[in-house]
């Protein structure tokens, strides 16, 4: 498959066990944040998104925790599965000079799921 | 079903010969962008578009052009390849402001310059 990142942090699991992806952001007037799920050979899926007024925002076996204090973004996957084996991105929109916004990236975190 | 489309999905050329790589999508967003990314840096934005005849540059325009002539296309040209632009390529889109909705990305264009 091909590589998004030489030298991305790894967090390796076993099959079956909870998995917590973390993130940390820089602007703290950020409002919203996106996790973004990538496999080997296809692009960036979007799977869960939180705005700012929340703390907490659960999907199907995905939780998003959100402090502001200390400006953290978690991933949880329960019951993690083989097929969860992928690289794993926070992204949040940031404002330009131009007034315009683009969205920024975390490095990423390589999830590896073993059976 | 609603997607980002790209292609070619994979392309190896020669330095020089003008490339194009086509990006479309069906779901009426106006916010488009073209992100290149390298093992080691992440996803670097190349240009923008608000919307039909609006982009902007993005964190490394240097060797590329794009165009916004439809809503729902936007190609990345390369004039002049050179080898440092072999890289995995993304297209995105979304409704704008970013701040409302997530980007959808394309599958990627795995371009190598020789």
């Known amino acids: 498959g091909e590589s998004v990142g030489l030298h991305l942090p790894t967090l390796s699991v076993q099959e079956g066990d909870n998995s917590i992806i973390n993130c940390a952001y820089s602007?703290?007037?950020?409002?919203?944040f996106i996790w973004y799920k990538q496999e080997s050979g296809k692009g960036p899926q979007f799977i869960i998104d939180?705005?700012?007024?929340?703390d907490k925002r659960q999907g199907q076996r995905v939780t998003v925790l959100l402090n502001k204090t200390v400006k953290h973004l978690s991933l949880q996957i329960a019951a993690t599965q083989p097929g969860d084996s992928a690289v794993y991105f926070c992204?949040?929109?940031?404002?330009?000079?131009?007034?315009?916004?683009?969205?920024?990236f975390g490095t990423g975190t390589r999830l590896l799921v073993s059976p | 079903e609603a997607q980002v489309t790209q292609n070619p999905r994979y392309l190896i050329t020669v330095t020089g010969k003008k490339l194009t790589v086509t990006c479309s999508q069906n779901?009426?967003?106006?916010?488009m962008s073209w992100y290149r990314q390298d093992p080691g840096l992440g996803l670097r934005q190349i240009y923008y578009?608000?919307?039909?005849?609006?982009?902007d540059k993005g964190d490394v325009p240097e060797g590329y052009k794009v165009s916004r002539k439809e809503k729902r296309n936007f190609p990345l040209i390369l004039e002049s390849p050179s080898p440092n632009q072999t890289s995995l390529y993304f297209c995105?889109?979304?409704?704008?402001?970013?701040?409302?909705?997530?980007?959808?990305f394309g599958d990627g264009t795995r371009l190598s310059i020789l």
């Open positions: 578009s608000m919307n039909v005849e609006v982009t």
């Open positions: 992204a949040e929109p940031h404002l330009l000079n131009t007034g315009f916004q683009k969205l920024v």
């Open positions: 939180i705005r700012s007024n929340m």
């Open positions: 602007n703290s007037a950020s409002d919203y």
């Open positions: 779901m009426n967003h106006e916010y």
């Open positions: 995105a889109s979304s409704f704008y402001p970013l701040s409302n909705q997530p980007q959808h």
